[in-house]
Nanobody, 129 residues
Framework: QVTLVESGGGSVQAGGSLRLSCVAS????????MGWFRQAPGQEREAVAV???????IYADSVQGRFTVSQDNAKNTLYLQMDSLKPEDTATYYC???????????????????????RGQGTQVTVSS
């Protein structure tokens, strides 16, 4: 089981940008889906963006065109570039990895967060209006 550590959260005004990072303890990305989830107070956790080992990506409709998921294989690091942030993006953001087959972003995004093999502790993002 890989250990995931998120960083990069913080407070920003609406329209601003943040970049989240998730460092993995091994090269999980080579055989896994990697994803970002978020949970706002009083709301269910939702998948924000997923990338698979072939670089295919999928995004939640609410962030499409504003968020970009990527990974640096040499650094075992997953990123989430968040631009044009909105107050409704305020949430705790979690990184996760899942090696269950098929390792295809379109399948992985449908899996419940609790079932992903490895999950980070989360980083808070607050967007003020």
């Amino acid at each position: 089981q890989v250990t995931l550590v998120e960083s990069g959260g913080g407070s920003v005004q609406a329209g601003g940008s943040l970049r989240l990072s998730c460092v993995a303890s091994d090269d999980a990305h080579t055989s896994a889906c990697m994803g970002w989830f978020r949970q706002a107070p009083g709301q269910e956790r939702e998948a924000v963006a997923v990338i698979d080992s072939n670089g295919r990506t999928i995004y939640a409709d609410s962030v499409q065109g504003r968020f970009t998921v990527s990974q640096d294989n040499a650094k075992n690091t997953l990123y989430l570039q968040m631009d044009s942030l909105k107050p409704e993006d305020t949430a705790t953001y979690y990184c996760a990895a899942d090696r269950r087959l098929p390792v295809v972003a379109a399948f992985c995004v449908k899996r419940n967060f609790a079932g992903w093999g490895s999950r980070g502790q989360g980083t808070q993002v607050t967007v003020s209006s």
